[in-house]
């Protein structure tokens, strides 16, 4: 009995560690490159966090605003500290992302962030596959 309630108490230790900071991580364009741009999503403490977005080949980074709910159906928008408004949308495993004026209109799909062919740390944080990026996503951007 004692190992199975201590079985528990490991399994309900590690869900909670898991619930308290997630991250999904989108990109497009070639890292390294002028082209690059990445956002992240964070989750922590079971709530919508922070919006960082990072770009070009010297990864300068900005953190956004949360806007809400965008006028498009299952869409929300941010805003960048120059005043910029953009649309994300939510298209399979993927986020179609635009601006109000039509000259922003790009696809980001999920960013691996882990060791490649056994180089590179692991990120406990960071969404494992596509699916699970865009739960964080829906769960804590769309649906709240």
Known sequence: MKYFVLALV??????????????ANYSTGTPGHDTYEEFSFWARNN???TIDYTYGANR???????????????????KF???????????????LVKDSKGTYNKVFT??????????????????????AAIKIINRYYIQK
Do not use: M
């Open 10 to 23: 490991l399994i309900w230790g590690s869900y909670n560690h898991t619930d308290a900071q997630q991250v």
């Open 47 to 49: 709530q919508r966090s």
């Open 60 to 78: 300068k980074s900005l953190r956004l605003t949360y806007l809400g709910k965008g006028k498009l159906p299952h869409s929300f928008q941010v």
């Open 81 to 95: 500290p120059n005043q910029l408004v953009l649309t994300l949308i939510p298209n399979g495993n993927t986020l």
């Open 110 to 131: 999920w960013k691996y962030e882990g060791p490649v062919d056994g180089i590179g740390t692991f990120c406990t944080s960071c969404a494992k596959d596509e699916a």
